[in-house]
């Protein structure tokens, strides 16, 4: 297996990375694309060496058919996958006018609850304040 | 009984195809009512021939020779699950009919709900890796559509992180099996494990953490577990009932299989001090959380700790409990959320500040939120007592005193966290803010309130049928550690 | 979308049924050749994006009995059907017959049993492809329910 391919890859992996790390959603719909892709560059790459198809009929060394199967699998769900966050991030738009991951409100209450008990120190716990 | 085994997947699907074309809401209420009683039925005489022969049923798709078929494989641990699931799911859809929840009159919910039943069950069933990802995919498309089907923003927002999260970890996943398929030219489980003990011990590893790492997101262990609590507390309360009791659950079982069939008794250790970080720092976010759904997400984790615990430690005795303890906790976890589920129908709110009284208000209720609570804190006589000390007693005989103490301090926090919630939702005056005063609070909710009452009557026969079942858990966990036998099953499949 | 009035023409008088013609035979082809439902449904699926890209509706729209949600399950249901139907014959599930009958005419034509799983593969995938234009293609009605709270 030729090192472009492993080249390839890693081109890949890390353009797709890094688009995931985004908080806009289309641009994370676009890094799963990538990644997909390079998953699915990396099955074939080391899955199977080189030949011909494999068709009844055809002559000579025949490439392994089953990475091909596992590839075409992948590609179909990546398709379905890439179609949902789509829909997501459109949905997004529609109702907040941008399409980029919001914070945990919940999770930054906690946080603040945590703050508020260790600057007043241990007296008034934040559930018998609200009570 | 090998043409049974592929049933409780093909009949779901069937349904979920029919109800795209046939989109009354009665009729797919009917269809998808008839779909999971009859998959049931088929899963039971499956567990019924695998618990009385001993043997491991398998079934080829296709008829296909040798490691060309796809096999599906119910040995007992599979069977078992397979169970459970169908009953924990056929409950939470009885549940979700009667919530009246704009969701469940989607035309969409049953079609997916019946996807995700399809995925769960191949999930447990199925013989080869590449299998098994295809079937996580099935369910995790389901999960994505049921977490977001109301579309609104907080659904939303929750909604793309667990998509995100789930597809790295679909990534992950792929790759392991890309590259076992490299490394060893076979994804079958019963080809595998000849072929994996041959391999280098570097590559060997590499392959281990990779898997290790997939379904470690998907069963939510210590470091990987930040999605759940973010994610579940949004979902519609039938909906987090499912995934809560099940989702997390297929991903210990993969670990399950990971443990005991590819890389048997390899980084135990590793699995070990996860599983126990995973109690500890799961209960410790349960006790400062203020929502109900949000302490009983923290609980998965802190409980799934105490599974990968019992599989970390290994041998029959701890395998054993484990899968005791997974038997027991899907339904417990599930009655819980479904609980929950009519609080938050009742009073609008699902919030400790919210919600009081409930005790006062319908005292049946409280009943039904007791059990199930008490049983995940792990009071006798209740399955959980048993799981739990199923697992103290395979930990103290493998000499791992640090985790059976951790184990036993984390029970104390789960009752403290327990409490919680049982003096701010079930005690004190009821609350003005409650939507519905007029009491009898299960009378207006009568088909959730069966359902509910269903699943835990579920839980108190699995806490009387302990002995059996413990039995049971035991040849299952010896048939998991007899690597032979599963091979020399499939091997000799017709 | 297309504003040229020779590529309009051009889409719709020629590649959409040129298309559909490759696709039917890609996929009928698919049994021991390359092809297949799957890639004949795809090919079927282009002609659809061409359309769109034209600026038309995807002609499959005009016929409320084959709108694209219909056309999904039934395609699901056939490939399904296939799937579980040796089980009542006796076999296991996806398992394939081939039956071969004399066609006055024709001659002798070979049937084979999962050619049936490869339309509903079909079936299923220029539905996916429907419901992808018909729900993000255009704007709004695509979700029934609207946001509850405010749009910001």
């Known amino acids: 297996m030729s090192i472009w391919a492993f080249a390839l890859i890693a081109v890949l992996f890390a353009v797709g990375s890094y688009l995931l790390m985004e908080r806009s959603l289309t641009r994370v719909a676009l890094g799963v694309g990538v990644i997909g892709n390079g998953v699915n560059v990396l099955i074939i790459a080391s899955g199977s060496d080189a030949g011909e198809a494999p068709i009844i009929g055809r002559e000579g060394v025949l490439a392994d058919p089953l990475p091909q199967a596992l590839v075409l699998t992948a590609i179909v769900i990546g398709f379905a996958l890439l179609t949902f966050l789509m829909t997501l991030a459109w949905r997004n738009w529609t109702i907040t006018g941008n399409d980029e991951v919001e914070d945990d409100v919940e999770d930054r209450m906690i946080t603040r609850r945590a703050e508020q008990t260790e600057k007043l120190g241990d007296v008034p716990h934040p559930e018998d304040v609200q009570t | ?494 | 979308m297309i504003k040229s009035k020779i590529l309009e023409e051009l889409i719709d008088r020629w590649l959409t049924k040129v298309g559909t013609l490759v696709a039917i035979f890609i996929t009928f082809r698919g049994h021991n050749a390359p092809g297949g439902g799957f890639a004949g449904g795809l090919i079927l699926g282009a002609v659809f994006v061409l359309q769109y890209l034209a600026g038309q509706q995807p002609t499959i729209r005009r016929k409320p009995i084959l709108n694209p949600e219909r056309l999904l399950g039934f395609g699901l249901l056939l490939a399904l059907v296939t799937t579980a139907a040796p089980l009542f014959v006796g076999g296991a599930p996806l398992e394939s017959y081939i039956w071969s009958i004399t066609l006055p005419q024709i001659g002798k034509v070979k049937i084979v049993s999962s050619t049936f799983f490869d339309f509903g593969v079909f079936f299923v995938v220029v539905a996916v492809v429907l419901l992808v234009l018909t729900f993000l293609g255009t704007r709004g009605g695509a979700i029934s329910h609207e946001p509850t709270d405010g749009v910001g």
């Open chain 2, 1 to 494: 009984m090998s043409s049974l085994v592929a049933l409780p997947i093909l009949i779901p699907l069937v349904a979920a195809a029919l109800m795209l074309v046939v989109r009354n809401l009665f009729a797919q209420r009917a269809i998808s009512f008839a779909a999971l009683l009859s998959s049931l039925a088929t899963a039971t005489a499956v567990l019924v021939d695998v618990w009385n022969t001993g043997d491991i049923a398998v079934s080829r798709l296709g008829g296909w020779p040798g490691s060309f078929a796809i096999t599906l494989v119910s040995d007992g641990l599979s069977s078992v699950l397979v169970v459970v699931a169908l009953v924990v799911t056929a409950t939470v859809l009885l549940f979700a009919v009667g919530q009246q929840t704009p969701d469940e009159h989607s035309p969409y919910y049953h079609p997916v709900y019946m996807a995700l039943v399809a995925g769960i069950s191949q999930a447990f069933l199925a013989g080869d890796l590449f299998n098994l990802f295809v079937a996580f995919e099935v369910l995790l498309m389901a999960s994505y559509v049921l977490l977001t089907l109301e579309g609104n923003r907080e659904q939303i927002r929750s909604g793309t992180t667990y998509v995100v999260l789930n597809i790295i970890e679909s990534v992950v996943l792929v790759m392991a099996v890309g590259l076992i398929f490299a490394a060893t030219g076979t994804v079958s489980f019963a080809e595998l494990p000849e072929r994996i003990a041959a391999l280098p011990d570097g590559v060997r590893m590499g392959l281990h953490l990779l898997l290790l790492i997939a379904f470690g997101i998907k069963a939510a262990v210590f470091p990987l577990f930040s999605w759940l609590p973010d994610s579940y507390p949004t979902a519609p309360s039938s909906a987090s009932a499912v995934f809560a009791g099940l989702l997390t659950k297929v991903g210990v079982y993969c670990l399950i299989r990971v443990q005991t069939l590819l890389f048997p008794g390899e980084l135990s250790n590793l699995v070990m001090v996860v599983g126990v970080s995973t109690m500890a720092i799961g209960v410790l976010g349960a006790i400062s959380q203020h929502d109900m759904k949000r302490i009983l997400s923290f609980h998965i984790i802190s409980q799934i700790g105490y599974m990968v615990f019992g599989l970390g430690i290994g041998g029959a005795v701890a395998i054993a409990a484990t899968i005791f303890y997974l038997i027991h906790h899907i339904p417990v976890k599930t009655s819980l959320f479904l609980v929950e589920g009519i609080i938050e129908r009742n009073t609008g709110s699902s919030s400790l500040d919210d919600v009081s009284g409930l005790a006062r208000k319908s005292p049946l209720l409280a009943v039904l939120f007791l059990i199930p609570a008490m049983s995940l804190a792990g009071f006798p006589p209740l399955s959980g007592f048993l799981a739990k000390f199923a697992l103290v007693r395979g930990g103290l005989s493998a000499e791992q005193y640090i985790g059976v103490g951790v184990a036993i301090v984390v029970s104390l926090l789960t009752l403290v966290s327990m409490v919680k919630i049982w003096v701010g939702a079930f005690w004190g005056e009821v609350a003005p803010s409650s939507l519905n005063n007029s009491g009898g609070v299960l009378r207006q909710h009568r088909s959730m309130a069966s359902a509910t009452a269903i699943l835990v009557g579920f839980t108190l026969v699995i806490a009387v049928a302990a002995g059996p079942l413990y039995e049971f858990a035991t040849r299952a966990s010896d048939q998991l550690l007899d690597i032979e036998r599963y091979i020399s099953a499939v091997r000799s499949a017709s």
